[in-house]
T-cell receptor, first 113, second 117 residues
Framework: KAGVTQTPRYLIKTRGQQVTLSCSPI?????VSWYQQTPGQGLQFLFE???????NKGNFPGRFSGRQFSNSRSEMNVSTLELGDSALYLC????????????FGPGTRLTVL | AQKVTQAQTEISVVEKEDVTLDCVYE???????LFWYKQPPSGELVFLIR??????QNEISGRYSWNFQKSTSSFNFTITASQVVDSAVYFC??????????????FGQGTELSVKP
């Protein structure tokens, strides 16, 4: 069974731009979560989606948003990029919404110049 | 509030040594779950083990073993006879309550393990 896939793997943007990252969960998994990883803050939860509905949200500004499609694929969007948004963005999928084990993708490395 | 502390930032050992990675957690939930993930240089978090709060049995999987003690809020990870391929950053993570709808995980800061030949 294929794992979680994320595209693109690397991205370079400039301040003020916006970016969209994509995540395809493991086949049959219906829940998708997003995390941001930075050297200073470590791994932080962004949000979780299940059946196209946001179930949980971390403590991030409104510039960070996401959505989930009917096939469980998910996208996250960051608008008006700031230098501090440079990070590894990790997507995880799990079978159901109720705290099943989360399996992570390889991440998207975003660099904001 | 939930919190995970991995006090060891970096550990360096020589191949074949045993090494223990410490994890201490804080939570007010009566049901919760704990994970260990491995992050090699490629960046992907690799799932190693999950433990639910009502299951205090220790686990052994090959060279890996885990010691879960609710009394001390600890979930330590031991690698026996370490190998160079074990070099990675290891994360302990906490989630809960188990029957909540959300799947948010709280991660520790990670322990970077370097195994030298």
């Amino acid at each position: 069974k294929a794992g979680v896939t994320q595209t693109p793997r690397y991205l370079i943007k400039t301040r003020g731009q916006q970016v969209t990252l994509s995540c395809s969960p493991i086949s049959g998994h219906r829940s998708v979560s997003w995390y941001q990883q930075t050297p200073g803050q470590g791994l932080q939860f962004l949000f979780e989606y299940f059946s196209e509905t946001q179930r949980n949200k971390g403590n991030f500004p409104g510039r960070f948003s996401g959505r989930q499609f009917s096939n469980s694929r998910s996208e996250m969007n960051v608008s008006t990029l700031e230098l501090g948004d440079s990070a590894l963005y990790l997507c995880a999928s799990s079978l159901r919404q109720n705290t099943d084990t989360q399996y992570f993708g390889p991440g998207t490395r975003l660099t904001v110049l | 509030a939930q919190k995970v502390t991995q006090a060891q930032t970096e550990i360096s050992v020589v191949e074949k040594e045993d090494v223990t990675l410490d994890c201490v957690y804080e939570t007010r939930d009566t049901t919760y779950y704990l994970f260990w993930y491995k992050q090699p240089p490629s960046g992907e978090l690799v799932f190693l083990i999950r433990r639910n709060s009502f299951d205090e049995q220790n686990e052994i999987s090959g060279r890996y073993s885990w010691n879960f003690q609710k009394s001390t809020s600890s979930f330590n990870f031991t690698i026996t006879a370490s190998q160079v391929v074990d070099s990675a950053v290891y994360f302990c993570a906490l989630g809960g309550p188990i029957y909540n709808q959300g799947g948010k995980l709280i991660f520790g800061q990670g322990t970077e393990l370097s195994v030298k030949p």
